[in-house]
């Protein structure tokens, strides 16, 4: 019992020097705000980026464009000798009367060109839809099937989606320089705080050391002092992660640019986001009182 006593009795000091110095903890709880922000922005940033690439990677297929006079039986040999190529996850045909048909329900436009034509002379080619095992290799696996006689051309847009990827990327990699950066600043800022506090209270420190308090007893409030500049800081950022990003979600319908980004589903994301934001939070506080605790405080 008596070390809970202590123990409430530390957490209080510390609550109580937080509010006493308030305006030197203000710069630390902005700066602590600012990067908790940025990190949360950066978290889902990331998240959102994975969960594409990895939807683009499952959804990416190859389109096996067929000649147009290929003759009925040499379209099943084609199947058979693209299945043997490996690295293939499945393959489906679509014929060029089906095309057609899909093409003509989606566009009036289309409708009026293709209503002229009838199956024997459609322009268009029959297709083979081939999704591969490995996406690193869908280069690799497409040129072999574009070697296959009869196959006249291969698409699969490897290069556009790959170069979306890349800007993606680059500002995540920018966004985590930034988040680092501000944590150094923030345990900076949180150090000079408690290291003011201390200085402060060094005649209050000085009668504890005389009375025969312990170390660990001295050092306690100031470590919970920079774990509540931690937790102060982290209030804004965790609402506006939980109540801004199911705004968001809700307001863009779960997709970013005409259903091509689909967001994350908000339950459970963003509380495991925001337990992430508190958690860095009670790190970095703690941090920058044990740096001042260490160097300033010396007993």
């Known amino acids: 019992m008596k070390i809970f006593r202590m123990l409430g009795r530390d957490i209080r000091d510390a609550f109580h020097s937080v509010v006493r110095n308030f305006s030197l903890s203000l710069a630390s709880i902005t700066c602590i705000i600012i990067t908790l922000f940025i990190v949360s922005i950066s978290i889902m940033l990331s998240a959102i980026v994975n969960n594409f690439a990895n939807n683009v990677k499952k959804d990416m297929t190859i389109l096996a464009f067929l000649d147009v006079d290929v003759e009925e039986e040499r379209i099943k040999e084609i199947k058979t000798e693209i299945e043997k190529l490996g690295n293939i996850a499945s393959i489906s045909f679509d014929s060029k009367e089906k095309i057609a048909k899909q093409i003509i329900e989606e566009s009036p436009t289309f409708k009026d060109i293709l209503s002229g034509y009838t199956d024997e002379d459609n322009p268009l080619q029959n297709t083979y839809l081939v999704k591969v095992k490995n996406v690193e290799k869908i280069g690799e696996t497409a040129k072999k099937i574009e070697g296959i006689l009869n196959v006249e051309s291969v698409q699969y847009g490897a290069g556009m989606v790959e170069q979306l990827l890349d800007v993606f990327e680059t500002i995540r990699v920018v ?14 800022l949180i150090s000079n705080t408690i290291k003011i506090t201390i200085f402060s209270r060094r005649k209050e420190i000085e009668i504890m050391r005389l009375v025969g308090a312990s ?27 939980i109540y801004g990003y199911t705004y968001l979600y809700n307001r863009l319908g779960g997709f970013i640019s005409i259903k091509t980004i689909e967001l994350i589903k908000p339950s459970p994301f963003i509380y495991y986001v925001a337990l992430l934001l508190i958690g860095i939070a009670i790190i970095v506080g703690s941090l920058g009182s044990y740096k001042a605790v260490k160097k300033h405080l010396k007993i």
């Open 175 to 188: 966004s985590l320089f930034v988040v680092g950066a501000l944590i150094i600043v923030t345990i900076f």
């Open 215 to 241: 170390n660990i007893n001295i050092k306690i409030p100031f470590l919970f002092e920079g774990v509540f500049l931690g937790l102060f800081g982290s209030i804004l950022p965790v609402l506006a992660t």
